[in-house]
């Protein structure tokens, strides 16, 4: 059985309910495992299996009935020599068609993968009532899919400036739908936090505070509580302006595959691989807007830290706070 096979064997009837059971990782696609995939596949398969079991049948049954030896040696000799030719074919003779249906089907198995998952972030998103996550996420998909359709149909050569320019593609789509989970969580936070009801317990404790009698245990406790008050909105203003820049930052990915696919489509007779060459301007804005999303979201894990630092310091105040009440 072929890999195109499997892959057709294995989809869904839902797009987004494929049924990859996991996701290949950069360590399947490294020549050498592709290889050693193949060779297990080969010596797996059923006309180099089945010859070689007649073979040694045959020769556990000269064993035990010496009186067989020449017919069983002959059927012995004609089993190794089927196995021996299959694997030789399908190792040998086809093995650099293999090593392309191969990878045709990791990459069909990371899609499917993919597509699966960006349903389950949709699936997030609306659940969370994240609507603006929806429509960066089909968007997303919409600009992609299109490129895909382009390279499998149009794009039959296999230079090295088109399987890298794919590649890059699906790491841009990658990054694109990372960026999209990252202001899911933020949009999440911000739905817990009852903005309006802080701001006005703000107010209402600056007012108890300019009545309150100076160094006193009430106006050091409504300090704190102002103080925590005034770092929990900032804190939502910070991350209400790092969800606008995520939602920038997909808006911008799905933008550049879209305008790559109308480029592509308006090429005519032009070079493919110049303009899909390491340092075109197709490349150029892809990667732009990429490791701007990188950058972005490891910003993002460093304010995940002091976030916790704030955290900290607020449970602190709180519990000070707690002790001068009682």
């Known amino acids: ?13 839902n797009k987004r309910d494929g049924p990859a059971v996991s996701k290949p990782n950069p360590e399947d696609f490294k020549p050498v495992n592709v290889v050693n ?18 073979a040694i049948g045959a020769v556990v049954f000269a064993v035990a009935i010496p009186a067989t030896l020449p017919l069983s040696a002959g059927l012995a000799g004609l089993g190794l020599l089927t196995s021996g030719a299959s694997w030789y074919y399908n190792y040998v003779v086809k093995g650099e068609e293999k090593v392309v249906e191969r990878y045709e089907y990791l990459r069909e198995q990371r899609r499917l993968y ?90 209402e404790w600056k007012s108890d505070l300019s009545k309150a009698e100076k160094d006193s245990t009430e106006a050091e406790a409504l300090e704190d509580q102002i103080s925590i008050a005034k770092q929990g909105i900032e804190l939502y203003n910070k991350q209400r302006d790092q969800l606008l820049e995520l939602l920038a ?66 449970r602190e105040a709180a519990r000070r706070r707690n002790s001068v009440q009682e």
């Not at 195109?4 to 989809?11: A, L, M, P």
């Not at 990915?253 to 070079?271: A, K, M, P």
């Open 1 to 13: 059985m072929t890999y195109e096979r499997r892959i057709r064997g294995s989809k869904s009837t």
């Open 37 to 54: 995939s193949i060779r297990a596949d080969v010596l797996c398969h059923p006309a180099t299996v089945y010859p070689l079991v007649g």
């Open 114 to 203: 993919e597509t699966q998952e960006l349903g389950n972030l949709i699936e997030s998103c609306q659940r969370a009532g994240f609507e603006k996550g929806c429509e960066a996420a089909n968007k997303l998909e919409q600009a992609y899919q299109p490129l895909l359709d382009y390279f499998k149909e149009k794009l039959t050569g296999k230079s090295n400036a088109i399987i890298a320019y794919q590649c890059f593609v699906a790491d841009a789509y990658r990054q694109g739908v990372s960026v999209i989970g990252k202001a899911l969580e933020i949009s999440k936070t911000l739905n817990s936090v009852d903005l309006e009801s802080l701001e006005r317990d703000l107010e």
């Open 249 to 314: 930052l997909a808006k911008r990915i799905h933008s550049e595959l879209r305008v790559t696919r109308l480029n592509l489509s308006d090429l005519g007779n032009q070079d493919i691989d110049k303009f899909l060459a390491d340092d075109g301007d197709a490349v150029t804005r892809l990667r732009t807007a990429v490791e701007a999303a990188r950058k972005v979201e490891q910003n993002l894990r460093g304010n995940n830290k002091e976030q916790k630092e704030s955290d900290k310091r607020y």
